[in-house]
């Protein structure tokens, strides 16, 4: 099992390139329940992946900390309480 949460990003603002502190994250496209499949990314040995569902543009920012994000309202927050 992994010990480590997978951080979500979203672009509600639709924005042309999120910056990312994360090499492994998962795209949803927008906020619920407008929110497209749930697609794991992994950048690997790249510093930008496109989302094949919604071409929004990922950038790896080394100077963000894991499951930061630059604008910082594209990381999908829990909505509970």
Do not use: W
């Amino acid at each position: 099992m992994s010990d480590h949460v997978v951080p979500h990003f979203h672009n509600d603002a639709g924005v042309s390139v999120i910056e990312i502190g994360s090499q492994e994250f998962m795209c949803v496209g927008a906020n619920p329940p407008f929110d497209h499949p749930h697609v794991f990314l992994d950048l690997g040995n790249d510093n930008e992946i496109i989302c094949p569902y919604c071409s929004t543009l990922y950038r790896f920012a080394a100077d963000l900390a894991a499951g930061e994000a630059r604008p910082p309202e594209c990381v999908l927050r829990d909505k509970v309480a």
